[in-house]
């Protein structure tokens, strides 16, 4: 799969989308039919291991995303493949770890690869119900070892007039190199998506200091959903006791969307972050 490198970034540059409602005005078209609703999920998999790599539980991870029924996963620090843990680790799933999460539940599905060493490379993943008819990767690493990615996928959704865009983040953990990734979103948001096209963002964004909330609401109309519905962020670091919210699910012409609260068990020992998810209307 090729990545795409992001263009130098003036920090002091600014794109700004034309206003729009958080929540879309009904017209007769919409009135006349419900609105699709669709379940999003999303979770940084930390490569399948449980906190501080204690143990392989990829096969455990696995049977808790399917639990959740949902239509779209976003998936964070997913391994593509890697020489060593396959000879360390007796259940070490040797295929890409996203083939093996979507398995037969999921049809489609896009993989970004953002960190490349010499034993293998991990990134960002989306797994779908439904046909994607497009997915570019972007590199948004800005300088130094760290390597970041964007995946957005274009799908295909019966009753679904135009494509629906979702797009898997994870960015970094430096705010200086977080303010310029959320610019590049925006700027994909608003220059390459069309401006009535639903639009799903999830991911970790490492946003400890959350910064991210105003920069894409005046950036991209991006609105976050648990702050739309709780007045703040899900906290979902660290699993087992949530204290920061880097995780984040935002949306761009919803109708409506309504959190979805999962129990802690057994996702608290499955990675070092909680997972969010999310119905939202389209």
Same mark, same amino acid.
């Not at 989308?17 to 017209?27: E, G, Q, R, Y």
């Given at each position: 799969m090729l990545l795409f490198p992001s263009d130098s970034l003036d920090p002091s540059h600014s794109s700004r989308?034309?206003?729009?409602?958080?929540?879309?005005?009904?017209?007769m078209a919409a009135e006349s039919a419900a609105p699709l609703s669709i379940k999003v999920l999303t979770v940084n998999i930390h490569k399948g291991f449980t906190f501080f790599n204690r143990k392989f539980i990829l096969s455990e991870l696995r049977d808790a995303v399917r639990s959740v029924g949902a239509d779209l996963v976003f998936l964070q620090e997913v391994t593509g493949a890697h020489l060593k843990h396959a000879k360390k680790f007796d259940n070490y799933q040797d295929s890409?770890?996203?083939?093996? &999460?979507?398995?037969?539940?999921?049809?489609?599905? %896009?993989?970004?690869?953002? #960190?490349?060493?010499?034993?293998?490379?991990?990134g960002n993943a989306i797994l779908s119900k439904y046909p994607i008819v497009r997915f570019e990767n972007r590199d948004i690493s800005i300088t130094g070892p760290e390597r970041r990615g964007m995946l957005h996928c274009e799908l295909q959704i019966p009753g679904q007039i135009g494509n629906v865009h979702a797009i898997c983040v994870?960015?970094?953990?430096?705010?200086?190199?977080?303010?310029?990734?959320?610019?590049?979103?925006?700027? &994909?948001?608003?220059?390459?998506?069309?401006?009535? %096209?639903?639009?799903?963002? #999830?991911?970790?964004?490492n946003d400890w200091r959350r910064r991210a909330h105003k920069q894409l609401a005046r950036g991209a109309n991006l609105h976050e959903v648990f702050v739309h519905a709780n007045g703040h962020a899900a906290r979902t670091f660290p699993a087992r006791l949530p204290m920061l919210q880097l995780d984040r699910i935002y949306v761009r012409n919803a109708h409506d969307h309504m959190p979805i609260v999962l129990p802690s068990q057994p996702w608290s020992h499955l990675s070092d972050h909680a997972p969010l998810a999310a119905e939202i209307r389209l």
């Open positions: 989308c034309k206003p729009a409602p958080l929540l879309a005005a009904p017209d890409p770890h996203y083939e093996y &999460l979507a398995d037969s539940i999921w049809s489609q599905f %896009a993989y970004g690869r953002n #960190a490349v060493y010499s034993n293998g490379h991990h994870h960015l970094g953990l430096l705010e200086t190199h977080r303010t310029q990734q959320m610019q590049m979103l925006c700027d &994909l948001v608003c220059q390459e998506i069309p401006a009535s %096209a639903p639009v799903v963002v #999830a991911g970790d964004f």
